[in-house]
């Protein structure tokens, strides 16, 4: 027997990102109220990366579902999809540089945009310092959030999205995130300091990698920042092995001078004159594709539904809209929003399943041993742009079509 609908949800949303912020700005756009919780003390508090590339066809889209695609305009940089591809001695292998008019994929820093979803949700709608340790369930639909302080709150929706780790995720399905086999060591520079840097990045990013798993990834940010990524295949605890001390910036130098000794001295450059102290980062991700069966009270979005490799630049994306996808759907039916939820979630796995092996195995052919003389090219970035533009305007079609048969309503 079905329970009765429930008119005005208590809705939590757990995990203050780009999911969670971007379902509490739309549902609160459509007059639903909603509370979000991240262990995070502020929302500043961290640093949070680099730069993330915004795809027409999803994180726009989100966007302008939360009416802040001008907002948006005034911090990204279309120039910052610019990409240059070369070994590890120098060699150009390729570029792309986008069209005045490009704007596809353009970029904005992890923090900028955190702060700009934040800052157009109503004050307090944040609860910081509110570290989720369980979830459980109560009578009906209903389910109660625990937190560190002592605290507890009940909602009769739980909205996880707070990320790979998921406290939330237990309750619809037991996976659990992989290793995938590649560290990376965080590094920052100043371009002023660092003017060689800058004028190999561009205004975009600049991939070079060698044929043994080993590759500097570097980004332009804003505020005269590029951020490099140094990547190896390696356990997620290599450094143990290593004998090298994270904390040791010099004792760090000199092992990945030794490791990328075969680099040129350019190139080395990358590797061995950041400003401040390296950060580890490794890379996880769930069995893709994940789906579950529907759980009344309960879903995930973004990372928490289906972390993937950043290879593609989906993670976000799809965490935003899935963020705004699930808002609409939960406004388009309040009364009933366990079958809202049920629907989106089957929207959710047809988009996000295919997307995150593809981006879990480019991840792996990326860092895969090759041969001089067959190296990893660089995709075609153009054609990728022209593809996000062309599934922006098929999910747009496809919105107004459904917009038109619910409207129209059952045939007589």
């Known amino acids: 027997m079905t329970s009765s609908p429930l008119p005005h949800p208590r809705i939590c949303v757990v995990g203050g990102g780009p999911a969670g912020l971007t379902c509490a700005r739309v549902l609160q756009q459509r007059g639903i109220e909603v509370t979000v919780y991240d262990a995070d003390d502020a929302v500043d508090s961290r640093d949070l990366g680099g ?18 695609t001008d907002a948006f305009r005034a911090l990204a940089r279309p120039q910052g999809q610019a990409m240059t591809r ?42 910081w310092g509110k570290k989720l340790v369980r979830t459980t369930g109560l009578t009906g639909r209903a389910h109660r959030l625990e937190f560190a302080d002592g605290s507890t709150v009940d909602a009769d929706l739980v909205i996880g999205a707070d990320g790979a780790w998921s406290k939330v995720r237990p309750l619809v399905s037991d996976a659990a995130p992989q290793f995938l086999g590649v560290c990376f060591l965080d590094a920052r520079f100043d371009e002023v300091r660092h003017p ?11 991939f070079a990698n ?38 040791d910036r010099a004792g760090l130098r000199a092992h990945l001078a030794a490791e990328f000794g075969h680099w040129s001295a350019p190139m080395r450059a990358l590797i061995v004159r950041n400003d401040g102290d390296y950060v580890p980062r490794s890379f996880w991700a769930l069995p893709a594709p994940l789906s579950w069966a529907h759980v009344p009270g309960v879903t995930l979005i973004g990372d928490a539904a289906h972390l993937m490799a950043p290879f593609g630049g989906h993670g ?8 705004a996808e699930l808002a609409l759907a939960l406004a388009d039916d309040p009364s009933r929003y366990d079958q809202a939820v049920g629907r989106h979630e089957s929207d959710m796995f047809a988009r996000s399943g295919a997307l995150a092996a593809s981006a879990n195995q480019a991840l792996h052919d990326f860092f895969a041993s090759t041969t001089p003389d067959a190296p990893h090219l660089p995709p075609d970035h153009a054609q990728e742009h022209r593809d996000y533009l062309a599934r922006a305007a098929a999910h747009r079609r496809e919105r107004a079509r459904r917009a038109g048969a619910t409207a129209a309503g059952p045939a007589s």
């Open 51 to 68: 730069t993330l590339d915004l795809h027409a066809d999803s994180g726009q889209i989100a966007l302008a579902d939360a009416g802040l």
């Open 86 to 127: 070369r070994d590890h001695h120098g060699t150009l292998l390729g570029e792309f540089t986008p069209a005045p008019e490009d704007t596809a994929a353009p970029e904005i820093d992890r923090g900028q945009l955190r702060r700009l979803l934040h800052d157009h949700l109503r004050p307090g709608t944040v609860r």
């Open 196 to 206: 060689e840097v800058a004028a190999l990045v561009g205004d975009g990013h600049l």
């Open 210 to 247: 060698d044929n043994d798993g080993r590759a500097v990834i570097l980004q332009r940010n804003s505020n005269g920042v590029v951020r490099g990524y140094l990547a190896f295949r390696a356990e997620f605890d290599w450094h143990l092995a290593a004998g090298v001390d994270l904390a």
């Open 316 to 323: 976000a994306n799809l965490a935003m809209l899935d963020g």
